[in-house]
């Protein structure tokens, strides 16, 4: 009976660890700092890809082009 109440004990301090240790990590992906960090990091090897780039370089020429029309329309 000693040895079941032992094993008990033992398993209920596991838990306890794991489950802390699960609630530092759910800590440490929502931490702001942290996520700001990781959508930087996201941004920065999105940006690294030729189609990323290209699509922006588009987007821009249309903006540009789009205010120059309007610009050139009201003189």
Known sequence: MAQDFEAIEL???V???N??????????RVNPTNVVEKGKVAAQ???QKVEVQI?????????????????????
């Open 11 to 13: 398993n209920i301090a």
């Open 15 to 17: 838990a306890r660890d």
């Open 19 to 28: 489950l802390a240790a699960t609630l530092d990590e759910i800590a440490d």
């Open 45 to 47: 090897d999105a940006l």
């Open 55 to 75: 699509a922006l370089g588009i987007a821009a020429a249309v903006i540009l082009g789009t205010l120059v029309i309007r610009l050139a329309r009201r003189k």
